[in-house]
């Protein structure tokens, strides 16, 4: 049974030599048996193969059967949901109807979907068209993690829609819906998770 083996191939640059293989950080290599042989120089001057059982000339080198390290294209990692981080901030909510001045609006500054991702070695992707999480848009498939999402803004309705399909940003904050959905910004709206693969 073959065994793929992801890596640099600086870490197996020894059994690479001559293939032209490229210095890349993430080539994934599976090996490849390869049965015993015999190597035979050409005769000497004559530009031809020497006789495979003419030995008598040490033309012929018998090499043991071994396996090589082959660079293959590397197997996507499986998708699962990570859970977005937040910062607490006080953003600028425009003027009050009671108070001319400006109003200060605590909120809660949720990492994009490529931070989010990459924070766990992955990077930005979908399932089923579904890109986000929120409380009234929670997943129930696409790999591991969406049992684990953490609905910290709180949830409503029995809305299990498999997740939201686009974002949109107040105050700097995220929400995450599906085309048709009501817009009204409020906590079970907020982003809470993203789709990594």
């Not at 029995?158 to 399909?165: E, I, K, P, Q, S």
Request: proline share 3%; net charge neutral; aromatic share 12%.
């Amino acid at each position: 049974m073959s065994k793929i083996i992801k890596g640099s191939v600086a870490f197996l640059a020894a059994q690479m030599v001559g293939l032209g293989v490229s210095n890349s950080a993430e080539t994934c290599f599976e090996p490849r048996y390869v049965p015993a042989s015999y190597s035979c120089n050409t005769g000497a001057g004559t530009g031809k193969i020497q006789a495979f059982d003419d030995f008598s000339s040490g033309s012929c080198t018998f090499i043991e059967a071994h396996t090589v390290q082959v660079p293959i294209e590397c197997p996507k990692p499986a998708g699962r949901w990570v859970n977005a981080t937040f910062t607490k901030k006080i953003v600028n909510g425009g003027k009050s109807n009671h108070n001319m001045s400006n109003v200060g609006v605590t909120a809660y500054i949720a990492t994009g979907h490529a931070q989010t991702c990459s924070s766990v070695g992955l990077k930005p992707s979908s399932f089923e068209g579904n890109i986000c999480a929120s409380g009234e848009n929670r997943a129930n498939s696409g790999g591991n993690g969406w049992n684990q999402i953490d609905y910290r803004f709180g949830t409503f309705g029995g809305y299990v829609t498999g997740g939201g399909t686009l974002t949109e940003q107040l105050y700097e904050q995220t929400f995450c819906w599906r085309a048709g959905d009501k817009r009204d910004w409020d906590n079970s709206d907020r982003l809470v998770a993203w789709y990594c693969q």
